[in-house]
């Protein structure tokens, strides 16, 4: 049985850190979009923003050169969206961010070399 897809919630903005400060303004200050986390002076928590339905994280990157998007997908079941994948020859990048143990997820990066967060949920 091949496996669903469906878009996840989260888009993942990562920006080189000489970049980083200009476009948290641009996006809390200029475009004025809802902030899902308040800024607390002090406090490196990564803003995250309302967008259209989904939530964009802005991550600073420390030796990043130009901004990346990041986005996520969501499985309904984990193993099959692997086997899937490897059968297409699509290229695992489970080495670019740690995940937490006991989440059912891995990266891949698409031909264009966009990363994807590949999860499972029982959501679809």
Same mark, same amino acid.
């Given at each position: ?26 996006? %809390? ?7 899902l986390t308040p800024p607390v ?6 803003? %995250? ?9 802005? !991550? #600073? ?18 193993d099959e969206a692997a086997a899937?994948?490897?059968?297409? !020859?699509?290229? #695992? ?32």
């Amino acid at each position: 049985m091949e496996p669903l897809f469906k878009p996840g919630r989260n888009i993942a903005m990562k920006i080189p850190a000489h970049e980083y400060e200009q476009t948290v303004t641009f996006y %809390r200050n200029i475009l004025s979009l809802q902030e899902l986390t308040p800024p607390v002076p002090g406090n490196e928590e990564t803003p %995250r923003f309302e967008f259209g339905g989904k939530v964009l994280w802005l !991550d #600073r990157v420390e030796n990043l050169s130009q901004a990346e998007i990041w986005l996520e997908i969501i499985t309904n079941n984990i193993d099959e969206a692997a086997a899937h994948f490897a059968r297409q !020859d699509c290229i #695992r990048r489970d080495e670019i961010e740690p995940l937490p143990k006991d989440l059912k997820a891995f990266w891949i990066a698409s031909p264009s070399n966009i990363i994807h967060l590949i999860t499972e949920t029982d959501a679809i």
